[in-house]
């Protein structure tokens, strides 16, 4: 893969980010069943559903909150015990300070919640950067984690492991510099286009869930994004315990179009090379998807997490 595609790849993930910064309203939310507790650690929010049960923490993707998880905490809350994870600086909460590298603290806060909760080797299911963020998780933390299930999250963004480490860094700072100097009328033509191209094939679910995305702060996503694109965690994954299933997306309509194609198998494959460090992955794809698998395929996701949770 040539420079020049990293670059254009990476300007997916940009657009992402930009069209998810906007402070709008939310007409037609959909919101997530309401939480029995709410408490905050470190740099995340986390809402508790259900009462009994093995624990299952999730956490959205890049300016997503517990709204991305609505179906999937109505079919687990029944018989787990289920905690919806937001990033700080998403979904309207507060963005972090400046110090540090931000998914360090994340990481660092989840270890945090889970320890002070006396959670035995919760099940993690993240999506996008949540599931960049539960993948590199189970390497540095093995003993606290009982399996992960990371939605089009992986532990390098696709196509970066063909540049160096220099290039990844140059890569980051321009995407970063980008959505922060975007402007709002930017972002909110960003916003939708990307949900209706990259997010999603049902246009009335792009049109919903554009909004909500719009309730993140424009710098802490700038911020996320630019460590996630600069970052290479393969080598984490060799000290992981735990199993990993990694569902991705595919839509064969979608990888038929443009100069670079490739069938559903070759996309499965791609995956499972970037998890080759892993000792215990597998990789599975549900089709027809974008990259919110669980809005397009809720049903196929839900028998997949299930069968994951139960087997483990």
Avoid at 44 to 57: D, F, K, N, Q, W
Avoid at 273 to 301: E, G, K, T
Wanted: net charge neutral; glycine share 8%; aromatic share 6%.
């Amino acid at each position: 893969m040539s420079y020049r595609i990293v670059l254009r790849a990476a300007a997916l993930l940009m657009a992402a980010a930009a069209a998810s910064t906007l402070h709008a309203a939310t007409p037609g939310a959909t919101p997530a069943p309401s939480a029995l507790h709410a408490t905050t650690v470190g740099t995340l929010s986390v809402e508790r559903h259900g009462t009994a049960g093995r624990p299952v923490i999730l956490i959205p993707g890049l300016a997503g909150g517990p709204w991305v998880w609505t179906d999937t905490i109505a079919d687990l809350d029944k018989s787990h015990v289920v905690y919806a994870v937001t990033l700080a600086g998403f979904n309207g909460t507060t963005a972090p300070s400046a110090d540090g590298n931000w998914m360090d603290r994340a990481d660092a806060s989840l270890a945090e919640f889970i320890q002070k909760n006396h959670l035995d080797k919760p099940i993690l299911v993240g999506h996008s950067l949540g599931g960049t963020l539960a993948l590199r998780f189970a390497g540095r933390h093995p003993d606290l984690t009982g399996g992960v299930v990371a939605v089009d999250g992986l532990p390098i963004f696709p196509g970066m492991e063909r540049v160096s480490p220099e290039q990844r860094a140059a890569i980051a700072a321009q995407l970063k510099a980008k959505t922060e100097g975007a402007t709002p009328d930017e972002f909110k033509a960003q916003q939708l286009a990307y949900m209706q191209t990259v997010g999603t094939l049902d246009p009335k679910t792009a049109e919903r869930v554009a909004p909500l995305n719009a309730r993140s702060d424009q710098k802490a996503v700038a911020r996320y994004m630019a460590e996630d694109a600069g970052a290479d965690y393969r080598p984490e994954l060799k000290a992981a315990k735990a199993p990993i299933l990694e569902i991705t997306a595919y839509s064969e309509k979608d990888a038929q179009m443009g100069p670079m194609k490739i069938t559903q198998e070759q996309k499965v494959a791609y995956y499972s090379a970037l998890l080759a460090d892993a000792p215990n992955a597998r990789v599975i794809a549900l089709a027809p998807s974008r990259h919110y698998v669980m809005l397009d395929q809720p049903a196929a996701f839900g028998k997949a997490l299930n069968d994951f949770i139960e087997a483990h």
